[in-house]
């Protein structure tokens, strides 16, 4: 009894080198660490038959590991790589290539000297006709009809002057009611060009005239609706303040 405690590691306090042969260790199955040879032997003669491979010698297989192994994980050094090697662990990194990101070229546009050269804003003199703009009247009225829900007669006067305000104007008949410059008081006509500083109006008699927003009052006239708006809310575009009048 005692040589059997003695080999099953109990009743003397002592722990036997392993579990009894031909019972599994605790832990599960174990895999036996293969030598240091092995990791650069050959390949068994009938194995490189089979696969048809020519055998190498163990300088050449370490030469072919070592340079592979260097192209797979490049950022390591030669030292790290080895201390890999020595423990039986290697884990090969994938390294995206990072692509380059293009640039999106920006298109040029023509400069204000430019464009004054080109005389891309002027208007030839042949077509200085009032009746070539009446069918864009026509279409602006439309505009307005479908922006102020159509216009209809109960609409309030200050829902239409605040979309006056921030509307697109090309096309509009306007006329200049009040200003500090008398020649300017009873311009009426067809809004061809806004500008920052000034509209460019054709009138009933063919003549192209540019008015100043700044000092001037204009009139709007639409399916009925009359507004009276200043200049210089033109020139903001804010319809927070109160810069017009109403019929």
């Not at 990072?98 to 204000?112: D, L, N």
């Not at 070539?132 to 829900?149: G, S, V």
Request: glycine residues 8%.
């Amino acid at each position: 009894m005692e040589g059997e405690r003695e080999g099953g590691g109990r009743g003397d306090g002592r722990r036997g080198s392993g579990p009894p042969e031909g019972r599994p260790p605790p832990d599960g199955p174990r895999c036996a660490v293969p030598p240091a040879g092995a990791l650069y032997g050959g390949l068994p003669r009938q194995a490189a038959e089979e696969l048809s491979l020519q055998p190498q010698g163990s300088g050449e297989a370490k030469a072919f590991v070592s340079a592979f192994l260097k192209r797979s994980m490049p950022k390591m050094k030669d030292e790290a790589i080895q201390d890999v090697l020595s423990r039986k662990a290697v884990i090969l990194e994938h390294y995206a290539k990072k692509r380059k990101k293009q640039k999106r070229k920006k298109t040029k546009s023509f400069t204000a000297k430019q464009r004054r050269e080109m005389r891309l804003f002027e208007i030839e003199p042949e077509q200085q006709r009032y009746a070539i703009f009446l069918p864009l009247h026509e279409l602006w009225k439309q505009y307005i009809r479908d922006l102020c829900y159509g216009l209809k007669p109960d609409a309030q006067p200050q829902m239409v002057q605040a979309k006056l305000l921030k509307a697109d104007l090309h096309g509009a008949i306007v006329t200049v009611t009040k200003s500090k410059c008398p020649s300017y008081v009873g311009i009426t006509g067809i809004i061809l060009q806004e500008f920052k500083h000034v509209f460019k109006i054709i009138t009933k008699e063919d003549k192209l005239k540019v008015v100043p927003k700044l000092n001037n009052v204009f009139s709007l006239e639409i399916d009925g609706f009359i507004s009276y708006i200043y200049g210089s809310k033109f020139q903001l575009r804010a319809i927070c303040e109160p810069g017009f009048l109403a019929n």
